[in-house]
C-alpha cells in the first residue's frame, strides 16, 4: 500500500521524529519545512531588516485575506469569502453575534449537546449578550427536524464531531436550516484539511475553522472565517476594530467597515503565524483533497480492521464505519482510556484522550503511512499483552490530555 501511495512523496517535507508515530495532527500538526522557511525568511528579512516598512513593502497588511483566499478552495470557497483571523472561538463569536442581528424576530439559537466545550460557552454567552432574549437549544443532533421552527435565528453545529470522528451531512443539514428560514454556521475544525468540503455547493452562510490541527500551520496559529458572498456587507462583524474600518489611517472616531471580508477584521494580524500558515499550505497544492480523502478512508480503514482482528472485543469502536460519516480520526472507547493512551505515547505512539472513555487517533494522509497504522496497533497490542496500561503512574492526569 505504501508502495503505491500517490502522496507518499510529500511525507519527506516534514519534522516528524525518528521511530516516533504521530496520529495527533488532528490536535497539533506537525511543523513541515516550508512553514519552517517561510518563517525564517519572515523573521530574519521582513521583521529583522525591513521593520516597520515591511507592513507595505512585504504586503503585511494584505495577509489575513491573501491567505484567506488560499485556504478557500479547501473548503469549497470562492476567492475572497475567506479571512484568516483571530482564533476559532473568537470567530465563532464573531459570526454568531452577527447572525443574531440578521434575525432580529427569532429567539432560538439550536447546536450540539456533544459539540466542542468551547463553541458550547460562546454560544451561551453570545445568547445572552444578544440585546433580546435569545436561548440556546442544545440537542441531540437526531432531533434537529423537531426543533426547527420559525423562532430560530441560527443553528450551529461542528461537521466533523471532535469525539467520535462523526461527519455530519452538511448538505441536508444546511437545506433543512433554511427551510425554517434560520442561518447555518458550520464548525469546520475536525474538517478543514481533513475532507472535502463544499460551502459553496452546500450553501452554507457561514463557517469557521482552525488552522494548527490538519493544515498544520502550528499551536495557536490564527482561525479562518468564511461568510458567503450575499452575506459580506451585510452581517455586520460585533467586533469591530480599526484594521476592519474602510479606511484605517484616517483614524476617524466613528467606525465605517471596510469592504468584503475585511470587515471581519478586528485586529493586528500574527504575521510570524500567517507565513507558518502559508508555508503549511504550499503542501496542500500538491496533494489534491481527492487524494487526501481516499487515502484518509483507507488509513481508518486499515486501522479499524487490525483492531479488531488483533485485539477483537477490548474496543468499542466509537467512529461511524461508513464512509461518508467518517471524517479522519478514529476514536475507540475504553473505560482505561487514559493509561492506554499514556502507556501507547510511552511507546512512541502519539494519541490523545479525551474525557471520560475516549482514545483518539488522528490519521493524516499528507506524512502518514500503511506501515505506521500497522506498527501503532501492534504497540497497542504489547501495551495491552504486558498490562503497562494499568500502571499507577497513568492514573494522574496530566493538564493536556
Ligand atoms: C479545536 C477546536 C476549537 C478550538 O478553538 P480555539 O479557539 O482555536 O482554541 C473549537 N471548536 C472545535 C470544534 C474544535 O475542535
Not at 512585504?58 to 469569502?81: F, H, N, Q, S, Y
Not at 476617524?252 to 500574527?270: D, I, K, L, N
Request: charged content about 25%; overall charge negative.
Amino acid at each position: 500500500m505504501d508502495e503505491n501511495d500517490e502522496l507518499g512523496s510529500l511525507r519527506g517535507e516534514f519534522h516528524l521524529n525518528e521511530g516516533e508515530i504521530y496520529l495527533d495532527g488532528n490536535s497539533l500538526g506537525p511543523l513541515c519545512e516550508p512553514s519552517s522557511r517561510r518563517m525564517r525568511h519572515v523573521v530574519s528579512e521582513e521583521w529583522a531588516l525591513g521593520l516597520v516598512r515591511s507592513w507595505n513593502a512585504a504586503g503585511w497588511m494584505g495577509e489575513p485575506t491573501r491567505l484567506g483566499d488560499k485556504v478557500a478552495p479547501l473548503i469549497g470557497a470562492e476567492p475572497g469569502e475567506v479571512l484568516v483571523a483571530d482564533t476559532l472561538t473568537f470567530l465563532l463569536a464573531k459570526l454568531i453575534g452577527g447572525a443574531l442581528a440578521l434575525r432580529p424576530e427569532r429567539h432560538v439559537i439550536i447546536t450540539d449537546a456533544a459539540n466542542f466545550h468551547s463553541d458550547l460557552y460562546i454560544v451561551e454567552a453570545m445568547a445572552r449578550r444578544a440585546g433580546r432574549h435569545v436561548s440556546v437549544k442544545a440537542i441531540e443532533r437526531e432531533a434537529l427536524e423537531q426543533h426547527l421552527d420559525d423562532d430560530v435565528a441560527l443553528v450551529m453545529l461542528t461537521h466533523v464531531d471532535f469525539r467520535t470522528g462523526e461527519m455530519l451531512d452538511m448538505k441536508t443539514i444546511t437545506e433543512k436550516a433554511h427551510a425554517a428560514g434560520a442561518l447555518m454556521l458550520w464548525d469546520l475544525a475536525h474538517s478543514t484539511g481533513a475532507v472535502p468540503v463544499d460551502v459553496s455547493g452546500c450553501e452554507v452562510d457561514f463557517a469557521a475553522g482552525c488552522t494548527y490541527k490538519y493544515l498544520n500551520a502550528g499551536p495557536g496559529s490564527p482561525g479562518f472565517v468564511y461568510i458567503r458572498r450575499e452575506f459580506q456587507g451585510v452581517i455586520e462583524n460585533p467586533l469591530p476594530g480599526w484594521l476592519g474600518h474602510a479606511r484605517p489611517f484616517d483614524f476617524e472616531r466613528t467606525y465605517e467597515p471596510a469592504q468584503g471580508m475585511q470587515a471581519f477584521v478586528t485586529s493586528s494580524p500574527s504575521i510570524i503565524a500567517l507565513a507558518s500558515l502559508d508555508g503549511a499550505l504550499e503542501v496542500f497544492d500538491r496533494a489534491p483533497m481527492s487524494q487526501i480523502r481516499r487515502k484518509s478512508l483507507a488509513l481508518t480503514d486499515l486501522f479499524m480492521a487490525l483492531v479488531e482482528d488483533r485485539l477483537p472485543g477490548v474496543f468499542e469502536i466509537v467512529t461511524p464505519r461508513a464512509h461518508d460519516q467518517r471524517g479522519s480520526q478514529v476514536a475507540l472507547r475504553h473505560e482505561d482510556g487514559y493509561g492506554i493512551v499514556q502507556a501507547l505515547i510511552e511507546r512512541d505512539v502519539i494519541g490523545d484522550f479525551r474525557d471520560p472513555d475516549i482514545c483518539r487517533f488522528g490519521f493524516t494522509p499528507l506524512y502518514l503511512r500503511f506501515v505506521d497504522v500497522y506498527d501503532a496497533v501492534e504497540r497497542l497490542v504489547e501495551v495491552f499483552d504486558s498490562g503497562l496500561y494499568l500502571d499507577p503512574r497513568f492514573r494522574v492526569r496530566n493538564p493536556v490530555t
